[in-house]
C-alpha cells in the first residue's frame, strides 16, 4: 500500500561521543502514516538515531528535517519539532507526585495552551483507548509497569503529536506485561499514525512494520520489507543477528 510522502528526512547525519561514532553518516526518510520497526544489537545506533530525531541529543554532522522543518540549533524550530513528535522510553518517566491524568494533561495545557477542560476531555478518551479509564486518579505508584507504559503512550498522544517514536518501550516490563503494551502500539499503527520503533521484538515488527531497518557500527546495513527481509536477510551480520534470535528463544 502506497503510504505518504516523507515526514522525516535524515541525511548523512553523524552523532560522536569522543572517539566512539554512535551514526556514521547516516541516511533514511520516513513516509507519513508509515510503520517502521529499528532492530539490531545493543549500542548499533538505534535509540541515537531517535534521540537525534527529537534533538534529545544534537547531531553533529548532516541534516534532520522533521515535517518540512530542520532541527538545528535555532530553539523555535527545536521546540516546533517537538510539538509534533512524541516519544515513550524504555523508562515510564512519569512523574511520580501527579495522578494519571495530571500526567497527560499537562503539556497540552502548557504547549498547546488548552484549558484544563478541553486537555481532560482528551486524556479521558486517550485513558478509554488504552484501557485505563478507571486510573485516571492513581499516581504511577499506584499501577503496574505496563500500565505505566500506557500512560505514557497516551501522554505522548495527548499532543496530537504527527510521528510517535518508541525507544524500546518494552524491555522494562515483566514478559507477561509486554503484550498489553503491544496491543495499543498495533492499534495505534492501524490507526495511520507514523512510527519509528526500535524494539527487540521481533513478533512484533513482523506483523506491524511497513518496513525494517537494521543497524549495526552506527550504520544502515540492511532495509526492507519484514516478510524478506526476516524470512532472508541478506547482511552477514543480520543473518548471524537473527540466528541468535531464534536460538534464544
Known sequence: M??????ITVDKVVKRWGSFTALNEVSVSFKEGEV????????SGKSTLLRTINRLEEHDGGRIVVDGIELDNDTRNIDAVRAEVGMVFQSFNLFTHMTVLDNITLAPQRVRKWKRDQAE???????????LL???HKYPSQLSGGQQQRVAIARALAMQPKVMLF???TSALDPEMVNEVLLVM?????????????THEMGFAREVADRVIFFD???????????????????????AFLSQIKHAG
Open 217 to 239: 557500527g552506527g550504520r544502515i546495513v540492511e532495509e526492507g520489507d519484514p516478510e524478506p527481509f526476516f524470512a532472508r536477510p541478506n547482511h552477514p551480520r543480520a543473518q
Open 167 to 169: 525507544d524500546e518501550p
Open 2 to 7: 502506497s503510504k505518504g510522502d516523507p515526514i
Open 186 to 198: 498495533r492499534d495505534l499503527a492501524k490507526s495511520g499514525m507514523t512510527m519509528l520503533v526500535v
Open 36 to 43: 517502521v520497526c529499528i532492530i539490531g544489537p545493543s549500542g
Open 134 to 136: 478507571a486510573h485516571a
Open 121 to 131: 476531555a482528551v486524556a479521558r478518551q486517550l485513558l478509554e483507548r488504552v484501557g
